[in-house]
């Protein structure tokens, strides 16, 4: 292959004159992960919702090169939890994944199936490096901000999603009604 | 190994909280990578001048992992030709790398061993993918403003600086003498 320029809006992540759409989801297509389903119904009800996209520029998924692009996640809640992305392992287990916040406030959680859980906060400029085994997913913590990250991993890594749609992640990341956040376990998790 | 958080700035790209401390690149230990060695020798024996500098994070160097940073390059020319980096091959061969450019006006000069010669300018939001095979290095042309980028790429991928180092790239990026710069044929590389 040949080498790819790609413009990637430092405030706002797009991508403009990419031939690649953006992937988007809406809460109708991934409501299943949040922890409160009747909030997700009653919001559903009167309007569906843009909660993140991101780019997938189709680099050829060999192991010796790069997947990368931008990921831009929506402020709001479903009830007290706040937006996040769907989260995944990477097919390849053991492989990871940077992510370089361009602008807002999140956060980005991580387990393994050993069931150590991580949490890094993010704000502009800071990278944040997911080991391989970690299941990961952002949250922007904002209520205003959108979260823009550049994401960058092993193009032949693979997502597997399967795992974390079925329980969720550990931790929820929801509101302290204060205009912050706190993490509480995931009640799914605790339950037989 | 546990999650990795470092802050870099989005306007320097420096990462002044981490315990890495960056690499720097001054003329004196880098002047053989330019053309004209007599303004070279004549730059430094008035003053040693830093051209540029990058980070190393020590991510371990598996094949799952991901090495990143940033790289700083400072304005200035040696002669008519612009500051740049040594320039590199990676030790496995077919090992891609991703930069982001965070700020100024610079240039991913690129060549594979066949000799296939590729360059893209790049600008603050510009992402270029480096394909595997392709030797690179990067070209402030800007006289007057840094240019920083955020990369990264397979953490076992290696550097190989030899074959570069000897006869250098086969194109030149020069000052046209009018603000702007121009590609020129390496005469390195045209000598018997």
Chains 1, 2 share one sequence.
Not at 136 to 158: K, P, Q
Request: net charge negative; hydrophobic share 35%.
């Amino acid at each position: 292959m040949t080498p790819k320029t790609t413009f990637f809006d430092l405030q706002t992540g797009f991508a403009p004159e990419t031939e690649s759409v953006s992937l988007k989801r809406s809460l109708s297509t991934i409501k299943s992960i949040f922890s409160n389903q009747e909030k997700a119904e009653e919001i559903l009800s009167s309007e569906d919702r843009l909660v993140y996209e991101f780019y997938d520029l189709g680099i050829p998924e060999k192991e010796g090169n790069i997947a990368y692009g931008t990921s831009i996640l929506y402020p709001g809640k479903v009830g007290d939890e706040f937006h996040m992305t769907k989260g995944h392992f990477h097919t390849i287990l053991d492989t990871g994944e940077v992510y370089y916040c361009l602008k807002g406030h999140g956060m980005m959680m991580m387990e393994n199936p050993e069931g150590d859980v991580e949490y890094r906060e993010m704000r502009a400029g800071h990278s944040v490096f997911v080991p391989g085994r970690y299941a990961h997913r952002t949250i922007n913590v904002s209520d205003t901000e959108v979260f823009v990250t550049f994401f960058a991993f092993r193009a032949d890594a693979g997502h597997d999603y399967g795992t974390v749609e079925s329980k969720g992640f550990r931790k929820l990341v929801v509101s302290d009604g204060q205009g912050g956040y706190k993490i509480i376990d995931n009640p799914k998790w605790n339950s037989i």
